[in-house]
């Protein structure tokens, strides 16, 4: 459905300034917005932890024209256990290549052109060394699945995605020539979430919400978080369905029209991480107190 874009993708991270600097220093992308909440989202934007958080946009260029990433920081969880359902997110960039060597941060071949590195907690990322595109650099997030078959279908039918490729373990779908794709790839076997398990947002026209909550209620699928509101202090209140694939990857859809108001890029972005991390006393704590270390099994 043209009406529908990709936005972002969710991770969890256990240390900010490390994730920082990958995505500035070796990724090349700015800080768009960073905001801090005192008490758990009320559609687990942040997990299962209802405690502070903190909530940081980067990418390449804003959400209007830009699929980012989310990092949700909780304050008292340092780490949390990968699972299979994350395959990477696939950028054309040489510029990262080059700041991946000139940083020495490991960088290792996949294929002709093609490198990986992981960010902090191990979250993969592929690079093709090749200059920028006139858009997005970001081409495409690769999830796993433990059926192909059975994923294609809910994205096409349920979700309304168009395929685009497909081969016998992998299928690329999307709602736009030049939008980022999703990938699912055959995992040849169970989905294991992990601690770290993210989630895929897509914005479409908030009238369409309740159209994907009754779609996804009469296909009898999962239903994370029924169409809910959710505020930002002194910004944009969106409303939100949350869903879950066959193999339990979280899906958000947002009403489009509050969203783009809620992601224009802040200026501060940058000054407001840094004060969040400058503030943030959890290392101080656990030295003090290591056997209490947040830990998310």
């Given at each position: 459905?043209?009406?529908?874009?990709?936005?972002?993708?969710?991770?969890?991270?256990?240390?900010?300034?490390?994730?920082?600097?990958?995505?500035?220093?070796?990724?090349?992308m700015?800080?768009?917005?960073?905001e801090?909440?005192?008490?758990g989202?009320?559609?687990?934007?942040?997990?299962?932890?209802?405690?502070?958080?903190?909530?940081?946009?980067?990418?390449?260029?804003?959400?209007?024209?830009h699929?980012?990433t989310?990092?949700?920081?909780?304050?008292?969880?340092?780490?949390?256990?990968?699972?299979?359902?994350?395959?990477?997110?696939?950028?054309?960039?040489?510029?990262?290549?080059?700041?991946?060597r000139?940083?020495?941060?490991?960088?290792?071949?996949?294929?002709?052109?093609?490198?990986?590195v992981?960010?902090?907690?191990?979250?993969?990322?592929?690079?093709?060394?090749?200059?920028?595109?006139?858009?997005?650099?970001?081409?495409?997030?690769?999830?796993?699945?433990?059926?192909?078959?059975?994923?294609?279908?809910?994205?096409?039918?349920?979700?309304?995605?168009?395929?685009?490729?497909?081969?016998?373990?992998?299928?690329?779908?999307?709602?736009?020539?030049s939008?980022?794709k999703?990938?699912?790839?055959?995992?040849?076997?169970?989905?294991?979430?992990?601690?770290?398990?993210?989630?895929?947002?897509?914005?479409?026209?908030?009238?369409?919400?309740?159209?994907?909550?009754?779609?996804?209620?009469?296909?009898?699928?999962?239903?994370?978080?029924?169409?809910?509101?959710?505020?930002?202090?002194?910004?944009?209140?969106?409303?939100v369905?949350i869903?879950?694939?066959?193999?339990?990857?979280e899906?958000?859809?947002?009403?489009?029209?509050?969203?783009?108001?809620?992601?224009?890029?802040?200026?501060?972005?940058?000054?407001?991480?840094?004060e969040?991390?400058?503030?943030?006393?959890?290392?101080?704590?656990?030295?003090k107190?290591?056997?209490?270390?947040?830990?998310a099994?």
């Amino acid at each position: 459905m043209s009406s529908r874009r990709a936005l972002h993708f969710v991770f969890k991270v256990g240390d900010r300034t490390k994730t920082a600097e990958f995505y500035r220093d070796v990724l090349g992308m700015q800080f768009l917005r960073h905001e801090e909440f005192e008490e758990g989202c009320k559609a687990t934007c942040n997990g299962p932890y209802d405690g502070k958080w903190s909530k940081s946009m980067v990418g390449y260029g804003a959400e209007d024209s830009h699929f980012v990433t989310e990092l949700t920081y909780n304050y008292g969880i340092k780490e949390y256990r990968l699972g299979n359902d994350f395959q990477g997110i696939t950028i054309q960039s040489n510029k990262a290549v080059q700041n991946a060597r000139s940083k020495n941060w490991p960088l290792l071949p996949v294929s002709d052109g093609v490198y990986s590195v992981e960010a902090p907690g191990g979250y993969k990322f592929f690079l093709l060394d090749q200059p920028p595109p006139a858009g997005d650099p970001v081409k495409k997030v690769t999830v796993g699945v433990s059926n192909l078959a059975k994923s294609t279908d809910y994205w096409t039918k349920l979700c309304g995605m168009t395929l685009y490729e497909q081969t016998t373990n992998t299928a690329l779908l999307g709602f736009g020539d030049s939008q980022c794709k999703l990938e699912l790839k055959d995992a040849g076997g169970a989905i294991d979430r992990g601690t770290a398990y993210g989630r895929i947002a897509f914005a479409c026209p908030r009238d369409q919400l309740p159209g994907i909550e009754s779609s996804m209620k009469s296909a009898d699928q999962t239903i994370v978080t029924p169409l809910i509101s959710l505020d930002t202090p002194g910004k944009a209140t969106v409303e939100v369905v949350i869903l879950a694939d066959p193999d339990g990857l979280e899906i958000c859809f947002v009403g489009d029209e509050a969203f783009r108001e809620l992601s224009q890029v802040d200026p501060k972005a940058d000054q407001l991480l840094d004060e969040g991390i400058k503030a943030d006393k959890s290392d101080e704590y656990f030295a003090k107190h290591p056997e209490r270390k947040g830990v998310a099994k």
